[in-house]
């Protein structure tokens, strides 16, 4: 087993409103209270060389709080984890981090942002580059280019990385155009080439094309089920509609501001 928790729980804080009705005021006051809850609870899962865990979940920020708890960067108020020796966790690089560099400043500096060494970086450069499809524009500002070549960089270093679990927060698929459709792919060979994934996503295709196992996070519990389960969950969450009421008794956890 390469990561893994055993039921492990995280705690949060979200702001609840309180609603008064106050004598001799014309309207109704409110006020926002902060209270814990469960971001998740009573999960298990453990991922080897070779496997796939997907997260699935209504509230993006229980599977995030997963990955970031297996990427040490949040600890568990119950339970026990099983960290890996290394990791990357991939989100979405932001505008900010890359503003007015090169095409190759922006892969040192996300390369560096991921947590390599100076060394680890310089090795990564052009094979980055080749998968990022961008070795004809490292002197280019990756300006011209915007979001499809910044995420398709990020990408890249994670295919690249020299870890040996990697960690993706609704990052399944990221780029432009043909980059973009190769994605599932291209994490499929990184699977089979024995790396451990585990992968928060909200679509049915990358638990189906990519996972081996998975889970349904929720603020109560947390259900192992398998690919198939959870592909067809996140098409009945997705056939409910953006408005959708939730079950008080399913996930009464899943308002309010978040904090950890």
């Given at each position: 087993?390469?990561?893994?928790?055993?039921?492990?729980?995280?705690?949060?804080?979200?702001?609840?409103?309180?609603?008064?009705?106050?004598?001799?005021?014309?309207?109704?006051?409110?006020?926002?209270?902060?209270?814990?809850?469960?971001?998740?609870?009573?999960?298990?899962?453990?991922?080897?060389?070779?496997?796939?865990?997907?997260?699935?979940?209504?509230?993006?920020?229980?599977?995030?709080?997963?990955?970031?708890?297996?990427?040490?960067?949040?600890?568990?108020?119950?339970?026990?984890?099983?960290?890996?020796?290394?990791?990357?966790?991939?989100?979405?690089?932001?505008?900010?981090?890359?503003?007015?560099?090169?095409?190759?400043?922006?892969?040192?500096?996300?390369?560096?942002?991921?947590g390599f060494s100076?060394?680890?970086?310089?090795?990564?450069?052009?094979?980055?580059?080749?998968?990022?499809?961008?070795?004809?524009?490292?002197?280019?500002?990756?300006?011209d280019y915007g979001?499809?070549?910044?995420?398709?960089?990020?990408?890249?270093?994670?295919?690249?990385?020299?870890?040996?679990?990697?960690?993706?927060?609704?990052?399944?698929?990221?780029?432009?155009?043909?980059?973009?459709?190769?994605?599932?792919?291209?994490?499929?060979?990184?699977?089979?080439?024995?790396?451990?994934?585990?992968?928060?996503?909200?679509?049915?295709?990358?638990?189906?094309?990519?996972?081996?196992?998975?889970?349904?996070?929720?603020?109560?519990?947390?259900?192992?089920?398998?690919?198939?389960?959870?592909?067809?969950?996140?098409?009945?969450?997705?056939?409910?509609?953006?408005?959708?009421?939730?079950?008080?008794?399913?996930?009464?956890?899943?308002?309010?501001?978040?904090?950890?």
């Amino acid at each position: 087993m390469l990561a893994g928790l055993t039921d492990a729980g995280v705690q949060g804080i979200r702001l609840t409103k309180k609603k008064q009705v106050i004598k001799g005021v014309p309207r109704v006051t409110s006020t926002h209270e902060r209270e814990a809850y469960w971001v998740f609870q009573g999960l298990t899962a453990h991922v080897d060389a070779g496997q796939a865990l997907v997260l699935v979940s209504r509230d993006p920020v229980r599977p995030n709080a997963v990955l970031r708890v297996l990427a040490g960067m949040l600890p568990l108020d119950t339970g026990a984890a099983s960290l890996p020796d290394a990791s990357l966790l991939l989100s979405s690089p932001q505008p900010r981090w890359v503003r007015e560099l090169s095409v190759e400043q922006t892969i040192r500096l996300l390369a560096g942002i991921y947590g390599f060494s100076d060394a680890e970086v310089e090795d990564l450069v052009q094979p980055v580059a080749r998968t990022a499809e961008v070795e004809g524009l490292l002197h280019r500002p990756l300006d011209d280019y915007g979001k499809p070549v910044r995420d398709q960089i990020a990408f890249a270093i994670a295919m690249h990385a020299p870890v040996p679990v990697l960690l993706f927060d609704h990052t399944a698929t990221m780029g432009g155009g043909e980059f973009r459709a190769a994605c599932l792919d291209r994490l499929v060979e990184l699977r089979d080439s024995g790396k451990a994934l585990v992968i928060a996503t909200d679509k049915p295709k990358v638990a189906l094309q990519v996972g081996t196992s998975a889970v349904i996070v929720r603020g109560k519990r947390a259900d192992q089920v398998s690919v198939v389960d959870a592909a067809e969950f996140l098409l009945r969450d997705k056939g409910k509609g953006h408005k959708k009421r939730r079950s008080r008794q399913e996930d009464d956890e899943d308002e309010g501001g978040l904090d950890f």
